[in-house]
């Protein structure tokens, strides 16, 4: 029906929207970590370990709201 149809389109666009922010920062984070290794070739196990766990905790952003979105879409508070 419309309403399902609606309700899925509206939790995977949340989804599309949730997952631009953190790919975003993403980008931002690893150009910055290049950046720092290339002045500092010595710091470089340091600069790459937080830059791994960082990017972990960015990604945890994105599954986040997949939940959230997977969550409102087959539990249907609304109704």
Not at 45 to 63: D, H, N, Q, V
Request: net charge negative.
């Amino acid at each position: 029906t419309y309403h399902e149809s609606t309700d899925f389109y509206c939790c995977w666009l949340a989804v599309g929207l949730v997952s631009i922010g953190p790919r975003v920062v993403q980008g931002t984070a690893v150009g910055q970590a290049v950046e720092g290794i290339a002045r500092q070739l010595e710091a470089k196990g340091k600069i790459r370990g937080t830059l791994l766990l960082s990017l972990a905790f960015m990604e945890a952003l994105t599954i986040y709201g997949l939940v959230v979105a997977l969550t409102l879409l087959f539990s249907d508070p609304f109704d």
